[in-house]
């Protein structure tokens, strides 16, 4: 059904006729909006449950192992429901880390990534709720036309000139909701930014300690070969010794000599990881690889926290950032099956003008110069060979789709806090192990030294208390790194306390612009290249 638009020149008062139709349609049309005021189509977004009998695991763990070292030998104590502070990682108590993860989160070039995605999903919201005003359009024109006199039966062919300037407005009552169903997507849209943002800080603050805690590990390590190279040399020199006395055959020395350079080779290998990964540091931090400051860490400088939090099975969902990204794509399904169902209904829409049109050597907006046109228009889709069901069907799909993908973040969530529990058991009795074995071989090895000294076992049973001295050294060393990096994995599982700190900057939310124009800078651009990040010259 379409009402046609009616057009005549208007008299001196123009604006009073115009005022006059428009309260008419305006209050039959705010008797059918009242009428269909609670009329959003399409389903109503409720956050799916969480199972009942969900849970970490069937046997609950209070206090991890406890190792006979200093450095992240203490036994841990999980305790349930205890709050996640934001800034995690200042319980390893070390500054430099936290400096170092503090430049990170200022620097890498993913948060600023993150970050513009979410300045652009909550504009792309304001967008739409532009859809709920009316737009207004101002049109200025002049027209010179040379008529044919044969056309008229004039003498001559006259030169006629018209100038017109309208105000045009135009608006679409959102009936059925379909605008508002689309402002809730991009809301959700925004929304999975939002949470997207904030893996990302929590990938990266992870990422961090856990590069930090590796390049103590294979500190540590190169130190413990080097301490192991210095000892085998010791015994080489005591061979040889032994050899010119005639007391042992040269092939004795020979193979101390084998193992030493065999151990020797072992530190290449550690001193190429120690830079790869002091590399991928340099990129966390946004820095170039020749920008390296030589920060240094081992594990005797990081603390090993003593209290881990576990939080409640309950808030583990509205914790983990992925967990909360997968909610808001299930949102944003949801509101499409409305805006689908909204685009099968009738479309309303209202038009209205008001201007002046007068010819040559007469004035704008002068007496009798004034038209108007105002019309009302309602579209109902007939047929179109099922593309809009198809549509409407395609949106239930992916909300099917959005909602199994829900399911499976969940488990993962539960299945990663699960493994961090689990490993932190693990890695405390293994430690607890291998530094009874470390020490057990350290003393199996001065005895064999002081037998082989006095000749009382063969130098087989020296190399072998060597070799087995090296690999629990190098052992204990990998299990100490072990806990700590599990710890920040359970950090990592819980969410990251995101919700006790401010992770998006203010300028990300934007505000409504309803009369923005172009800037000058954006209509006159210089030609000067601007850094990375910086929107000034936008603004």
């Given at each position: ?231 085998q040399s010791d015994q080489l020199d005591l061979l040889n010794a032994q050899r010119r006395l005639g007391a042992i055959a ?15 080779a072992t530190l290449p290998p550690l001193q190429k990881q120690l830079a790869q990964t002091r590399n991928q540091l340099m ?231 309803r009369f923005g124009l172009p800037s000058w800078q954006e209509i006159m651009p210089t030609h000067k290249k601007p850094a ?8």
């Amino acid at each position: 059904m379409k009402v046609q638009p009616r057009q005549r020149a208007a008299g001196p008062q123009p604006l009073a006729h115009l005022c006059g139709l428009l309260r008419h349609l305006l209050a039959a049309l705010s008797l059918l909006c009242i009428a269909l005021a609670g009329c959003t189509v399409g389903p109503d977004f409720v956050p799916p449950d969480l199972a009942a009998n969900a849970g970490y695991s069937r046997d609950k763990l209070t206090t991890t192992a406890r190792a006979d070292i200093d450095a992240g030998g203490g036994p841990q104590r999980l305790i349930d429901g205890m709050d996640i502070p934001g800034q995690w990682w200042t319980l390893f108590r070390s500054p430099a880390l936290n400096a170092l993860v503090e430049e990170a989160l200022h620097a890498n070039p993913d948060v600023s990534a993150a970050q513009a995605a979410l300045r652009q999903a909550n504009e792309r919201v304001f967008a739409d709720q532009a859809s709920l005003f009316p737009s207004v359009n101002g049109n200025l024109s002049k027209t010179r036309e040379k008529v044919s006199g044969a056309t008229t039966g004039a003498a001559s062919s006259p030169i006629l000139t018209v100038s017109s300037a309208s105000l045009s407005v135009s608006y679409a009552p959102d009936v059925f909701g379909g605008t508002r169903r689309q402002i809730e997507s991009s809301t959700a849209q925004a929304e999975y930014e939002r949470f997207q943002l904030e893996a990302t800080y929590l990938t990266l603050t992870s990422n961090v300690v856990n590069t930090a805690v590796s390049l103590a590990s294979v500190r540590d390590q190169i130190g413990a070969t080097e301490q192991i190279i210095r000892l085998q040399s010791d015994q080489l020199d005591l061979l040889n010794a032994q050899r010119r006395l005639g007391a042992i055959a040269d092939t004795d020395v020979l193979t101390q000599q084998t193992a030493l350079a065999q151990t020797r080779a072992t530190l290449p290998p550690l001193q190429k990881q120690l830079a790869q990964t002091r590399n991928q540091l340099m990129a966390y931090l946004g820095r170039f690889p020749n920008q390296d400051r030589d920060e240094r860490f081992d594990l005797a400088s990081l603390h090993l926290p003593q209290e881990l939090p576990v939080s409640l099975p309950s808030a583990i969902v509205g914790q983990r950032p992925d967990v909360r990204s997968a909610q808001a794509q299930l949102h944003e399904a949801s509101a499409n099956i409305g805006v689908a169902v909204a685009n099968q209904l009738p479309q309303f829409s209202i038009t209205g003008s008001l201007g002046s049109t007068v010819a040559s050597g007469t004035r704008l907006f002068s007496a009798g110069s004034g038209v108007w046109s105002l019309a009302g228009s309602i579209a109902q889709p007939i047929f179109d060979a099922g593309a809009l069901e198809h549509r409407k069907r395609a949106a239930v799909a992916a909300y099917d789709q959005s909602a199994a993908v829900y399911r499976g973040t969940v488990l993962t969530a539960f299945q990663d806090v699960a493994n961090a529990l689990r490993a932190l058991e693990a890695d405390a009795e293994a430690l607890n192990q291998q530094v009874a074995a470390e020490r057990s071989a350290q003393a199996s090895l001065d005895l064999v030294q002081a037998q082989f000294r006095l000749g009382a076992v063969a130098y087989i049973n020296l190399l072998t208390a060597q070799q087995t001295y090296q690999n629990t050294v190098l052992a204990r060393v990998k299990a100490q790194a072990a806990r700590y990096s599990d710890t920040t994995a359970l950090f990592q599982a819980l969410g990251g306390g995101w919700w006790n700190r401010s992770d998006v900057d203010p300028a990300t939310a934007g505000k409504p612009d309803r009369f923005g124009l172009p800037s000058w800078q954006e209509i006159m651009p210089t030609h000067k290249k601007p850094a990375p990040g910086d929107t000034t010259r936008f603004n």
